[in-house]
């Protein structure tokens, strides 16, 4: 066995715990072996490479609950005039950037299928573990149909391991959802609400009915437990979510103090993506190539947005960390974390959305999210502790090292 020891740092491990100073974590493989204070690391005999973290803080890899790795930054010219076939070999750029921010693990919401999973897990291309979803469900001029008033359709599903995402009725419903495990999926993605990005409806319409609900979300139980993870962004539609038994709210925009405690006696997990509507305003770029009705909508939403998930927070809604990337360029994935420190979290707080309240949101808590012994080896390395400074994050350039499953893949130290 080959180890990696990182030592000389400071460790902030994802449980919440106080960061332990003089620390070191002991990697043989893939796995963590062991980590805390450097004095107490037992070392192997031989084959240890270590690594000097310079007096810097050493943190589990980061988990996005909610990414798009195959698109970026919404443009309708540009993705009628793509082939098909192009998006691949441009998605390999955006893996590579979402483990250059220190993103280890992101599940993905639609657009990645399995054999994209495949190439990053068979080291083909270098790419953050990924949970796919591989489409995300939508009725028929919901927030995942395509169709514009001219009679063009962006859609990309229906070629082989993409199946169409739209469904009307239960009985489609409950196909889709069989569809969609066949494919790979290892979580639904749905829409029950409307959107900032669709063309033809808006965040507040409510979309799929209760029964359609329960038949997705029992087809998904029935298929080992699988969960259910609903894009919800106007009132009804996120209640009508939570009701039905789903796993986790995506966006969340308009929340009241019902839904809250609706989520709160469900366990329900809300991924508030503040990023993704502020992105939209922040770009000139886009403010140039979206049309306006899409801009419009993503500025009406911002602020409530916003004081929404300051509300859930303050409840003690269960919060992970999920950004939207795709909606924005991939790569500043961890803005996130500055923007939860906004609505009233404490830097250790938005670490732990990202770290250890990610992991189990999906599930994988027993695999990643904590630097503790039989963990997979993810771990980052910040040159600036992030408790003081939590937008020093964003600086790749402060991400000195980041281990993926054992393997050092960046290190400038």
């Known amino acids: 066995m080959e180890y990696t020891l990182i030592r000389n740092g400071s460790l902030i491990d994802g449980t919440g715990a106080h960061p332990v100073e003089k620390a070191a974590v002991l990697i043989g493989d893939n796995k963590i072996l062991d980590a805390g204070p450097e004095s107490k690391v037992k070392l192997p005999g031989k084959n240890v490479t270590e690594l000097d973290a310079k007096g810097g803080f050493i943190l589990p890899g980061f988990i996005d609950t909610h990414v798009h790795l195959m698109s970026e930054k ?86 082989p391991g993409m199946p169409d995402c739209i469904c009307d009725g239960v009985s489609e419903v409950r196909k889709k959802v069989r569809e969609v495990l066949r494919s790979g999926a290892e979580v639904i993605k749905i829409c029950s609400t409307g959107g900032v990005m669709s063309p033809t409806d808006r965040p507040e319409f409510t979309q799929f009915s209760p029964d359609e609900l329960a038949a997705i979300v029992q087809e998904a139980h029935f298929h080992g437990g699988v969960k259910v993870m609903s894009h919800a962004q106007g009132s009804e539609g996120v209640k009508q979510a939570v009701l039905a038994g789903i796993h986790s709210i995506e966006h969340g925009i308009f929340l009241t103090d019902e839904i809250i405690q609706l989520m709160l006696e469900r366990g329900t997990y809300l991924v508030p993506t503040l990023f993704a509507p502020l992105s939209i305003i922040e770009d000139p770029e886009m403010k140039e190539k979206l049309p306006p009705f899409l801009f419009q909508k993503a500025a009406d939403v911002a602020e409530i947005h916003k004081e929404s998930i300051a509300k859930a927070y303050k409840a003690g809604v269960k919060i992970a960390m999920g950004t939207d990337s795709g909606v924005m360029a991939h790569g500043k994935n961890l803005r996130e974390l500055e923007l939860l420190c906004g609505i009233g979290m404490t830097p250790m707080e938005s670490i732990l959305a990202a770290t250890k309240v990610a992991a189990e949101c999906l599930e994988w808590q027993d695999r990643i999210g904590t630097l503790e012994k039989g963990k997979l080896a993810d771990v980052v390395v910040t040159r600036i502790n992030p408790l003081d400074d939590i937008r020093s994050l964003t600086d790749h350039g402060n991400i000195a090292v980041i281990v993926k499953d054992g393997k050092i893949v960046k290190d400038i130290l």
Do not use: Q
């Open 74 to 159: 919404y443009d309708l010219m540009e993705s009628v005039n793509t082939p098909f076939s192009y998006n691949f070999y441009k998605a390999i750029d955006h893996f590579s950037r979402t483990v250059m921010a220190g993103v280890t693990t992101v599940r993905d919401a639609g657009g990645c299928d399995l054999g994209t999973k495949k190439a990053i897990e068979n080291g083909l291309v270098l790419g953050p573990r990924v949970k796919i979803s591989v489409t995300g469900l939508s009725i028929t001029g919901g927030h995942g149909d395509g169709w514009a008033p001219s009679g063009v359709n962006t859609d990309v599903g229906g070629y």
